[in-house]
């Protein structure tokens, strides 16, 4: 069987992100080392063996064919609500994560800066990296220097240690994803998305799209966003419902003709079951 390494590794890289795996996730699935993974993608690796090409397509639930560059069939409508929803995207922060304000407490502790100035300055620049137009470096020298500490500040990790799952959301998702196509439509700042997935922060499930804002270098509720999203999910606009806890933003995807539900992060239980209800199958 002839092999194109550079088709391989975008395919593999490609059926990676959409079945919701990150490189290390999927090394620990395949047993394979995370260099020879990496080398794959790349189109480095001039002719991986057929065994590891096999290991990956069975960890990824694909066929070998389908891996090797066979004509995949396209993914179908699991179900239609009787609203005629086939698409949900789960907003992060605030829905499937209880939001990080205590990191901002953590951070105040740890540098001495007040809590208040931590605040203030995070909110400064956050449109700017979750939009992609600030990297994560840059922000963490700048926090630094704003606060003016000396000791270097790593972001992500008092994002990661103050985060923390809602059990019933992620019951929710793993159960909208037997019925529905679902996806992920986040502001988030850059190398979030896969630190939470690595610490099983969010449902662990086969999502068909993922949109990071800091990807796409679009943040909601800007309209390119929503008009990205809605092409990414391969449906009519009408049938997308988009759960959030902004009411800015879903009144921003209800110009887009989504459906919307709004997220309350204090009555998560009341949430969920309108999301079931209005999730009923037609």
Not at 8 to 13: D, P, T
Not at 118 to 145: K, P
Not at 158 to 183: F, K, S
Request: with cysteine.
């Amino acid at each position: 069987m002839a092999m194109d390494e550079v088709g391989l590794g975008r395919r593999l890289q490609s059926a990676r992100v959409a079945a919701g795996l990150t490189q290390q996730s999927l090394c620990q699935k395949a047993q394979l080392s995370y260099s020879t993974l990496t080398k794959i993608e790349r189109g480095a690796i001039k002719s991986p063996s057929i065994f590891t090409i096999q290991s990956i397509a069975s960890a990824l639930g694909l066929g070998l064919d389908e891996l090797m560059g066979s004509p995949a069939a396209p993914r179908s409508i699991k179900g239609r609500s009787k609203s005629g929803v086939s698409f949900v995207y789960f907003d992060i922060n605030g829905c499937l994560v209880r939001f990080y304000h205590r990191a901002f407490t953590r951070l105040s502790e740890v540098t001495g800066a007040p809590a208040d100035i931590v605040e203030t300055t995070f909110w400064h620049y956050n449109d700017q990296v979750c939009r992609g137009e600030m990297d994560m470096d840059t922000f963490n020298r700048t926090l630094a220097r704003e606060l003016r500490i000396n000791e270097a500040v790593n972001w992500l990790d008092y994002y990661i240690d103050a985060v923390e799952p809602i059990p019933v959301m992620h019951e929710l998702v793993r159960w909208t994803a037997q019925h529905y196509r679902v996806g992920l439509l986040t502001n988030i700042m850059p190398g979030a998305v896969d630190a939470l997935k690595d610490k099983g922060l969010i449902p662990n499930v086969p999502y068909d799209v993922i949109v990071d804002s800091s990807a796409v270098r679009s943040i909601k509720p800007e309209s390119q966003i929503y008009t990205l999203a809605t092409e990414k999910a391969h449906c009519p606009a009408a049938e997308i419902l988009l759960v959030d806890d902004s009411r800015v933003n879903i009144m921003a995807a209800e110009k887009h003709d989504w459906h919307v539900l709004w997220f309350d992060e204090y009555r998560p239980d009341e949430s969920v079951e309108r999301v079931k209800n209005a999730l009923e199958l037609a």
